[in-house]
């Protein structure tokens, strides 16, 4: 009878290792600028939401949520666990928008990496999210990587004793890295170690590779997954991730829910790499995927996959969009799959046209 109950009580623990490990990441990112509201999110389609961003003050390196953020994301998981009880929500730091001296500071010393994890920890707890994400983008030299290494290994730790103090599940702790494994202007490497050890898990941003505000002279592929002859590609940062020692089962692929425009300088040169003279639309050129289906629509656009590239375009007059369409995000789900990564996150939500990428990419992975 003891032994049948010992059994019993080993096999309901296994249960319990099975039900909290991370075993597949079906990621999307959420932010209010986006004009999206939380509880138009379709979270069934994903198994992890990141809502973002909270914010660093620059004075105390203290983990904030602005007021004017503060309804939205003390609600955020309560409201995406309306349609999927299982989906795990972490609260995502920092942007590409964040002062990244700030960042830079923060890491430099222990007492104010201390006041940014305390914080952190407290705020993800008090707001019921599952787990933290760091977005600093991007450490850029030698000093800040070892210093975004020791962020990592005292967060962990911290988590770790907090999870311990208060008999709860430890906070998920992932991160937004570059899509090289290296800052690639100074070839400075990411602290693989202290990530492997630290992060559940960090999400690869295999984008923005071209873009009229940096290639203004020429369209590109946002978001290639192959790029021959070129540095700028998702696969190529992947295999310099996992090169680097990192398993991938602690990588995430991300993709883009938007593209980049282009304003060719002849309209009868649409290729890509195709001669242009800066953004084809209004503003910084960016377009998320909804308003590119209604780019299509309204301008009888032309539509073209390259499938050796691995990315759509479309183009009317002397107006080009670089994005992803449900081929290439298809045929980019299942690489990470055979590559056997994690999975795959998405920025942004709201972007998305009717589910049309969340459910091709979820349903494209499988169970």
Same mark, same amino acid.
């Given at each position: 009878?003891?032994?049948? !109950? ?20 079906? &990621? &999307? ?39 004017? =953020? !503060? ?27 964040? =002062? ?13 990496? !201390? ?22 983008? /991007? ?70 590779? /071209? ?48 593209? *980049? ?31 590119? !289906? ?11 996959? =390259? ?5 759509? /375009? ?5 107006? *080009? ?21 994690? &999975?795959?996150?998405? *920025? ?5 046209? =009717? ?13």
């Amino acid at each position: 009878m003891a032994l049948t !109950k010992t059994l019993f009580l080993l096999f309901l623990l296994s249960l319990f290792h099975v039900s909290t490990a991370q075993t597949v990441v079906k &990621g &999307g990112y959420w932010f209010p600028g986006s004009g999206f509201a939380v509880s138009s999110i379709n979270s069934a389609l994903f198994t992890h939401l990141y809502c973002a961003f909270a914010d660093l003050d620059p004075q105390t390196y203290q983990v904030t949520i602005s007021s004017a =953020n !503060k309804p939205q994301f003390s609600t955020f998981t309560q409201t995406v666990q309306q349609k999927n009880p299982s989906v795990k929500t972490l609260l995502s730091i920092g942007g590409g928008g964040a =002062n990244v001296n700030t960042f830079a500071s923060m890491a430099s010393q222990s007492g104010s990496r !201390k006041s940014f994890i305390d914080s952190s920890i407290k705020l993800a707890r008090s707001n019921n999210f599952h787990g933290l994400d760091l977005d600093w983008e /991007y450490p850029s030299d030698s000093t800040q990587m070892t210093n975004f290494g020791s962020l990592l290994t005292e967060w962990k730790a911290a988590v770790a004793a907090e999870a311990k103090a208060s008999g709860r599940q430890p906070l998920l702790l992932s991160a937004a890295v570059l899509y090289l494994s290296y800052y690639y202007s100074t070839s400075v490497p990411y602290p693989i170690q202290a990530i492997s050890n630290s992060l559940d898990w960090i999400n690869v941003m295999t984008y923005d590779f /071209y873009g009229p505000g940096w290639s203004a002279s020429a369209t590109g592929p946002p978001a290639a997954l192959y790029n021959p002859g070129k540095r700028e590609s998702g696969d190529n940062g992947i295999n310099s991730w996992i090169q680097a020692g990192l398993s991938p089962k602690k990588i995430a692929l991300g993709f883009p829910f938007y593209g *980049w425009s282009w304003r060719l300088t002849n309209a009868n040169n649409h290729g890509l790499f195709a001669p242009a003279n800066g953004a084809g639309l209004a503003g910084d050129g960016s377009i998320g995927y909804n308003g590119i !289906k209604q780019f299509i629509a309204q301008n009888s656009a032309t539509k073209v996959f =390259n499938a050796t590239v691995v990315t759509d /375009y479309c183009y009317s007059g002397t107006t *080009w969009i670089g994005y992803d369409d449900t081929q290439s995000i298809s045929t980019k789900v299942s690489y990470a799959k055979q590559k056997g990564l994690l &999975g795959y996150f998405a *920025w942004h939500v709201g972007a998305d046209d =009717n589910w049309v990428l969340s459910t091709t990419a979820s349903q494209t992975w499988g169970a």
